[in-house]
């Protein structure tokens, strides 16, 4: 089993950064492919970014590609999301997710999920 726990959310005014943060714990030597996906009420869920462990190749959705940028610390089995340019279209709940699969844009190439954390932007 992995455990994901995120952490960083919060109510925010359009334009602001945030910084979410994601550790992983547990049986994570299988795991390469770390992703942050997000779901509005009301809306299905939809991929974020996802960052490689191994290479640190990163993989971002077009709606995010330039504000966003996902980083990892291997020591401290840590990946983190740096948003910013936040906008009401980013509200969401946002959860990490963990992967030994292939396809890090697709939600079921990942085995493991955290609870989320609320991201709510202003205008």
């Known amino acids: 089993q992995v455990h994901l726990v995120e952490s960083g959310g919060g109510l925010v005014r359009a334009g602001s950064s945030l910084r979410l943060s994601c550790v992983a714990s547990g049986r994570t030597f299988n795991v390469d492919g770390m992703g942050w996906f997000r779901q509005a009420p009301g809306k299905e869920r939809e991929f974020v970014a996802a960052i490689r462990w191994s290479s640190g190749r990163a993989y971002y959705a077009d709606s995010v590609r330039g504000r966003f940028t996902i980083s990892k610390d291997n020591a401290k089995n840590t990946v983190y999301l740096q948003m910013n340019s936040l906008g009401p279209e980013d509200t969401a709940k946002y959860h990490c997710?963990?992967?030994?699969?292939?396809?890090?844009?697709?939600?079921?190439?990942?085995?493991?999920w955290g609870q989320g954390t609320q991201v709510t932007v202003s205008s």
């Open positions: 997710a963990a992967s030994t699969g292939t396809f890090l844009d697709d939600h079921r190439s990942y085995d493991y």
